[in-house]
């Protein structure tokens, strides 16, 4: 019984951590995260140790059971259903340092440094959209993380740059460029970027 209730209660724990993402303990949602995670486990294995020594396939199908209903409850409080502003317990960078570099280098008809990429198939996919195009100037625009019911993830970012760009026939023009940024365990890396196409 006791895990059923820990399973009806996990979306609720979930929104409740969300709910403090955005206030003065909201360093506290992490490790809070974690124990709520411990908590379940801790749970469900006295549950299977008590049920066991009725019937060990049902007491591991029970528990099957409810690892598969907290992952149906919570999976879709997980999905991305805006965008927003990133919580202050991230810091100041959060991918736009990384964003930067990327669009230096351009302006200055320089690759980027390997380091910048999350993977070379997202260099050789920029490289691809920048053919042609000269970057003339950029300016960041807005920055942020992505909103859901869950506590908002502080490991994806994305960076919206008003961008002026000269194709090859002289003609400029303005185009606004969105830079989705991973971290990653010495920095951030761009994992994507979106709105140079012509």
């Given at each position: 019984m006791?895990?059923?209730?820990?399973?009806?209660?996990?979306p609720?724990?979930?929104?409740?951590?969300?709910?403090?993402?955005?206030?003065?303990?909201?360093?506290?949602?992490?490790p809070?995260l974690?124990?709520?995670?411990?908590?379940?486990?801790?749970?469900?294995?006295a549950?299977?140790r008590?049920?066991?020594?009725?019937?060990?396939?049902?007491?591991?199908a029970?528990?099957?059971?409810?690892?598969?209903a907290?992952?149906?409850l919570?999976?879709?409080?997980?999905?991305?259903?805006?965008?927003?502003?990133?919580?202050e317990?991230?810091?100041?960078?959060?991918g736009?340092?990384?964003?930067?570099?990327?669009l230096d280098?351009?302006?200055?008809?320089?690759?980027?440094s390997?380091?910048v990429?999350?993977?070379?198939?997202?260099?050789?996919?920029?490289?691809?959209?920048?053919a042609g195009?000269?970057?003339?100037?950029?300016k960041?625009?807005?920055?942020?993380?992505?909103?859901?019911?869950a506590p908002?993830?502080?490991?994806?970012?994305?960076h919206?740059?008003?961008?002026?760009?000269?194709?090859?026939?002289?003609?400029?023009?303005?185009?606004?460029?969105?830079?989705?940024t991973?971290?990653?365990?010495?920095?951030?890396?761009?994992?994507?970027?979106?709105?140079?196409?012509?």
């Amino acid at each position: 019984m006791a895990v059923w209730m820990a399973v009806a209660l996990a979306p609720v724990a979930l929104f409740a951590l969300r709910l403090i993402d955005d206030s003065a303990v909201a360093l506290l949602v992490p490790p809070a995260l974690a124990l709520m995670i411990v908590l379940f486990l801790v749970v469900m294995g006295a549950a299977v140790r008590a049920a066991a020594g009725a019937s060990l396939p049902r007491a591991l199908a029970g528990a099957g059971g409810a690892l598969l209903a907290v992952v149906l409850l919570t999976l879709p409080m997980s999905h991305v259903i805006g965008q927003r502003a990133c919580p202050e317990r991230m810091g100041v960078d959060r991918g736009v340092q990384v964003s930067s570099q990327m669009l230096d280098a351009w302006r200055n008809g320089e690759r980027p440094s390997v380091a910048v990429w999350n993977d070379l198939g997202v260099a050789d996919a920029w490289r691809t959209q920048i053919a042609g195009l000269r970057l003339i100037d950029y300016k960041l625009e807005d920055s942020g993380c992505w909103e859901r019911l869950a506590p908002v993830t502080t490991t994806r970012t994305w960076h919206q740059f008003r961008v002026t760009v000269q194709r090859g026939d002289g003609e400029r023009l303005s185009k606004v460029v969105t830079v989705h940024t991973r971290a990653a365990r010495d920095g951030w890396r761009v994992a994507e970027i979106e709105g140079l196409e012509l």
